[in-house]
């Protein structure tokens, strides 16, 4: 079965970076495209970014020009760098890993908290 795991989130004060990382486990990572999603207190969950297994890139309008999501094959993890972070990022980030539009898996979550 399908697994993510994520790390890296933590406490960093406004303007700082944090990189998360996400492991998938038990089946191929070509078949799918991997993302970063997140969930604020009282709001719904969104994308943040998004990469195919070619490498091509999509983002969320409040991540471009911020935030770069990349993937390591040879690792079978996903990474993505947060840079000039704001109080409006905090959020519960979660990694996905969607099978042909048709299946979605979830990491457990990983908490990142922007905060002087």
């Known amino acids: ?16 970076s ?20 997140r969930q604020a207190p009282g709001k719904q969950r969104e994308l943040v970014a998004a990469i195919t297994s070619g490498g091509s890139t999509n983002y969320a309008d409040s991540a471009k020009g911020r935030f ?10 996903i990474y993505l760098q947060m840079n000039s972070l704001k109080p409006e990022d905090t959020a519960v980030y979660y990694c996905n890993a969607n099978y042909k539009g048709q299946v979605d898996y979830w990491g457990q979550g990983t908490q990142v908290t922007v905060s002087s």
């Not at 079965?1 to 700082?16: D, H, K, R």
């Not at 492991?23 to 970063?36: D, K, P």
């Not at 990349?70 to 079978?76: E, T, Y």
């Open 1 to 16: 079965q399908v697994q993510l795991v994520e790390s890296g989130g933590g406490l960093v004060q406004p303007g700082g």
């Open 18 to 37: 944090l990189r998360l990382s996400c492991a998938l486990s038990g089946s191929s990572f070509r078949l799918y495209v991997m993302g970063w999603y």
């Open 68 to 77: 770069t999501i990349s993937r390591d094959n040879a690792k079978i993890t």
